[in-house]
């Protein structure tokens, strides 16, 4: 007889009814645990986080709101999103919060839906200057649906050219102002887009999706008392759940539910959201506050130590928790640094640099994060070896017969550091 399961995950259960899943998941977590992961975008999540994620939450229809839902039965998950959504507001200083967005790109749907029409005009980073597909990209519906006017760095200090985001404003006075990026390293000036908003009419979207977890730690300004809304992904700096979240001044409270549920997703996940509230109380604590300074810190040195091995940082370096960098002196482009890191475990993604010759899919950057390995109790001593570490396999010739030693020879280094402080000790 078997006993009634209360909460999962049971990895024993998973082993035995899907052993090539089973191995699939025990596979990750020892590529996670194997190699460096610099992949600016991801982290490693705590293993409360996985366990709500993992829950019976998951078999729950809840379509509507916390105390209005189109299904009996939600008594139970409507705390769950009433304690995600108070957290949040707590956490973040939000007027209003709306925790079902299941991902940062339906997100963003819901802020175009909430505020434009198609056609409408809509002013955000370029995407080769480190904006994201969603801020008007042409494979994408922000792209196909609204008139993108794309707005960029400055050439010499490779930082917003905030004049010229007033320029375009005045020019196409779009309906929104897009402020917020995926590959830019820099503090963004909050005040300088909402008085550029106000001065056209125009409503003041921050995508934090990157960087709210750091705004959660207070290691940098937060965008909330700016803009119009926030839109953010859980999963990235934050370290929750994979899923995004809303938030927005009262005013638009009414306009930014009805743009997620009905208009643009069905059922909310009320397990990802049970793990939302989760992240969001460890984002409450001390401990918490002490990692995401440690982020902005790791990303300085890890910086600091790959401009002394030779590569230039954009604009010079960070205030966050990535790094972009140029490697054109170097001789080595983008896809291959990316590759060669590869054969070192040292896991990073290639990146356009702004103004780069060459085409993204070769690009002659790559892009740094430090949020995974801080999670994972690395300190800036760790992130200088990492430096050199990085910077070796980038220079290491694959295919020849001294490139592929220093790879092999790399690759030993990197399993020392990742054994001394290894993702998930305890898994
Ligand atoms: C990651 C990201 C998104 C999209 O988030 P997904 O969860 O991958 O959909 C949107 N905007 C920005 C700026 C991002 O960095």
């Not at 259960?13 to 645990?33: F, N, Q, S, Y």
């Not at 994201?132 to 196909?144: A, M, P, Q």
């Not at 992130?383 to 910077?391: A, I, P």
Request: aromatic letters at 6%; hydrophobic letters at 45%.
């Amino acid at each position: 007889m078997t006993e009634p399961r209360f909460s999962g995950p049971d990895f024993a259960e998973l082993e035995a009814v899907d052993p090539e899943i089973a191995d699939i998941v025990t596979g990750e977590l020892d590529r996670l645990r194997g190699g460096l992961q610099l992949i600016a975008s991801e982290n490693l999540t705590s293993a409360a986080v996985l366990a709500a994620q993992g829950s019976v939450l998951t078999n729950k229809y809840a379509e509507g709101y916390p105390g209005n839902r189109y299904y009996g039965g939600c008594e139970v998950v409507d705390r769950a999103e009433t304690l995600a959504i108070e957290r949040a507001k707590s956490l973040f200083g939000a007027d209003h919060v709306n925790v079902q967005p299941h991902s940062g790109a339906n997100a963003n749907l819901a802020v175009y839906a909430a505020f434009a029409q198609p056609g409408d005009a809509v002013l955000a980073m370029s995407l080769p200057h480190g904006g994201h597909l969603t801020h008007g990209s042409k494979v994408n519906f922000s792209g196909r649906w609204f008139t993108a006017v794309p707005y960029h760095v400055r050439r010499d200090t490779e930082l917003i050219d905030y004049d010229e985001v007033r320029e375009l404003a005045l020019v196409h006075r779009p309906r929104i102002i897009v402020a917020g990026a995926t590959a830019y390293s820099r503090e963004i000036d909050f005040a300088a887009f909402r008085s550029i908003a106000d001065e056209v009419g125009a409503i003041l979207w921050v995508d934090a999706a990157h960087f709210i977890g750091l705004v959660a730690g207070q290691a940098i300004p937060s965008p909330v008392p700016y803009a119009d809304v926030v839109s953010a992904t859980t999963h990235k700096v934050l370290r929750g759940p994979r899923g995004g979240m809303l938030m927005c001044r009262q005013e638009h409270a009414r306009a930014i539910d009805k743009a997620v549920f009905p208009f643009s997703q069905g059922g909310p996940m009320m397990h990802t959201i049970a793990a939302k509230a989760v992240a969001f109380r460890e984002a409450q604590t001390e401990n918490y506050r002490r990692y995401a300074a440690q982020v902005v810190a790791n990303a300085q040195a890890l910086s600091q130590s790959l401009t002394d091995a030779g590569m230039r940082a954009v604009s010079g370096g960070t205030d966050t928790h990535l790094a972009l960098f140029d490697l054109q002196h170097l001789g080595v482009d983008g896809r291959t640094a990316e590759a060669r890191c590869a054969a070192a475990a040292i896991v990073l993604n290639k990146n356009a640099i702004p103004f780069d010759p060459a085409p993204p899919a070769v690009a002659s950057g790559i892009r740094v994060g430090s949020a995974a390995v801080t999670s994972q109790g690395f300190d800036a001593s760790d992130m200088n070896t990492v430096g050199v570490l990085l910077s070796r396999a980038v220079r290491a010739e694959a295919g020849t017969v001294g490139g592929d030693r220093e790879l092999a020879s790399v690759k030993n280094d990197v399993t020392a550091l990742v054994t001394r402080k290894p993702a998930y000790p305890d898994a």
